[in-house]
């Protein structure tokens, strides 16, 4: 078989190409539950563009965070601020499977989209519970918001 590799095209594309490969944002999240789809950096656990200590506990989606400027730490590697934004939900049935953003989940050991979480409140600890609630309540309350019934202010 004959491959004919082309050098030149290779060459020509690499200087085109951005020094630090992870400056394309050619992941694809989009959370299953609202809807926010968002170009993003990476899908894992460890972003290399993080300092060190920056390791998720479970696949997650990273932004880098265009508003904090970057450094280089003490080794001389270059690192930006990122922003988390979402995950997958742990319920292996779940119909928002493709991704979950950190508005619509909450991460207790896993992360697990609301949906779940509302259909298996008791499993979790009641902290964890009110932490849901307190998820859902703003959701309600935002949806409120939306449709115009929001006017009521606190009296001054
Ligand atoms: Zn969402
Ligand atoms: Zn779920």
């Known amino acids: 078989m004959s491959s004919a590799t082309s050098k030149k095209e290779a060459s020509i594309v690499d200087q085109k190409r951005p020094s630090d490969p992870t400056d394309s944002a050619d992941v694809v999240f ?3 539950r609202c809807g926010l789809t968002e170009s993003c950096h990476y899908l894992g656990r460890e972003p290399p563009f ?4 920056v390791r998720f506990e479970e696949d997650s989606f990273v932004l880098r965070d265009p508003f904090t400027p ?3 730490d003490a080794r001389g590697r270059r690192r930006v601020g990122f922003l988390l934004l979402g995950g997958k939900c742990f ?6 499977g493709g991704g979950v953003c950190v508005d619509c989940s909450v991460f207790y050991k896993h992360r697990f989209c609301l949906d779940c979480l509302a259909a298996n409140m008791d499993a979790f600890p009641s902290e964890v519970q009110v932490k849901i609630q307190r998820k859902l309540d703003a959701e309600g309350k935002a949806a409120e918001q939306r449709t115009g019934g929001g006017k009521k202010k606190a009296k001054k």
């Open 30 to 32: 989009s959370c299953g």
């Open 50 to 53: 993080c300092s060190d200590q």
């Open 70 to 72: 970057e450094y280089f």
């Open 91 to 96: 319920v292996s049935d779940c119909s928002n």
